[in-house]
């Protein structure tokens, strides 16, 4: 399109627009009124009368709501009394119902207890603490005199397993071990071997769930006897590794043989029976309620002149209700210390060095 084109539409379109902008212009400068027909916006009404007709009268009704308030006040602060005498009523009754019914859920436990302590006769002594509760008794049979410890483990440092010197191959007295570590009551616990000028703990040994030397399977009349996680004594013959890991034990060691078992009495392989026949002794056992039972039986020698045959022993936890029984290393190793003392008569004149020692902590 030419130039001359262009400039002629331009014209045109701006001719045509000159109409309307003269209207907006016009518009814009002049005073114009703008009528609306009636009824396109709706009439208020301001007078007095329609006022008074909404409103009511303010200081009559303030009065009429002051005291609808205070009724309502009233009556709301009886019921919420009421409901505090009912929540209070309601919160005493069931810390009656709770208390009740724990002290009948642990009637039970106490009955029991209450039988398997009466077999054992009258405690010498006894120490219960938020960790333990151990209770110590005297005993007299016809060949021997023996000792029992009766324990009821209630946190899991009551009770641990200690090397001697706190060290793999060293060796120390239970009194010693009770002194180092703080303890108030020891007993030896597994059997050992002697090789470099060490002392060495027999076959599996456990301490803080590993194993001091690897694990052996159970061999010849062995056993392996500890505490698990939850505080129950764990003990028998294991073939292999896995067996004994999926009992999370915490530390245990060996000897032989098992005495009882789920209340059976085993068969004592012949060696035991006659190598020697009496001796001093060291046996752990448990209740069917978790506690511990420990005897420890004094004799003069290792000849066998005195002390207790194994088949006795048998014989003495079936007499005091225990579950399951292991005979701990004896002889000049049986080691009994309560409080600080020697409670038994050491076979040796001394106590015997030993590499493990079972502790009890206040």
């Known amino acids: 399109m030419s130039n001359n ?32 027909g009636e009824g396109a916006f709706p009439k208020f009404e301001s007078s007095a009368s329609a006022t008074e007709e909404q409103v009511p009268q303010p200081a009559a009704k303030a009065v009429e709501g002051l005291s609808k308030a205070q009724d309502t006040a009233a009556e709301t602060s009886q019921s919420i ?5 009912l929540y209070t009523q309601t919160n005493e009754e069931m810390k009656q119902i709770v208390n009740k019914a724990t002290t009948q859920a642990k009637r039970p436990y106490e009955i029991y207890d209450r039988i398997i302590t009466s077999k054992l006769g009258k405690p010498s002594g006894t120490i219960d603490t938020s960790n333990l509760r151990a209770q110590l008794f005297y005993i007299q049979a016809d060949y021997f005199n023996a000792y029992a410890l009766k324990l009821k483990l209630k946190t899991g ?14 060796a120390e007295t239970t009194l010693e071990a009770v002194k180092r570590t703080g303890a108030f009551a020891g007993v030896n616990a597994g059997g050992f071997a002697d090789g470099g000028g060490k002392r060495y703990p027999l076959s599996t040994t456990m301490l803080d769930g590993e194993y ?27 073939t ?15 000897f032989v043989p098992v005495l009882l078992k789920n209340g059976i009495s085993t068969t004592i392989p012949p060696k035991w029976q006659s190598s020697p026949a009496r001796a001093p002794r060291t046996v752990i056992a448990n209740y069917k309620d978790d506690q511990l039972l420990i005897l420890v039986v004094d004799g003069r020698n290792e000849g066998g002149s005195s002390g207790a045959t194994l088949a006795e022993l048998q014989i003495l936890l079936h007499r005091y209700g225990a579950v399951d029984g292991y005979n701990l290393d004896g002889g000049g190793s049986s080691s009994l210390i309560w409080n600080g003392r020697i409670i038994n008569k050491p076979s040796d004149g001394q106590l015997r060095k030993l590499p493990t020692n079972f502790l009890f902590f206040k």
């Open 81 to 85: 009394k009421k409901q505090i005498k």
């Open 157 to 170: 440092d009551a009770m641990q397993m200690a090397l001697g010197g706190d060290r793999y191959g060293g």
């Open 5 to 36: 084109s262009v400039r002629y539409l331009n014209r045109t379109l701006l001719l045509a627009c000159t109409p309307f902008l003269g209207m907006l212009v016009w518009l814009l400068f002049s005073d114009v009124a703008v009528v609306m």
């Open 240 to 254: 292999n590794r896995q067996e004994l890991d999926n009992k999370n034990v915490k530390f245990g060691a060996s």
């Open 212 to 238: 001091l030397d690897g694990f052996e399977p159970t061999y010849s009349d062995l056993f392996f006897v500890g505490l698990n996680e939850s505080n129950k004594l764990i003990g028998g013959k294991f």
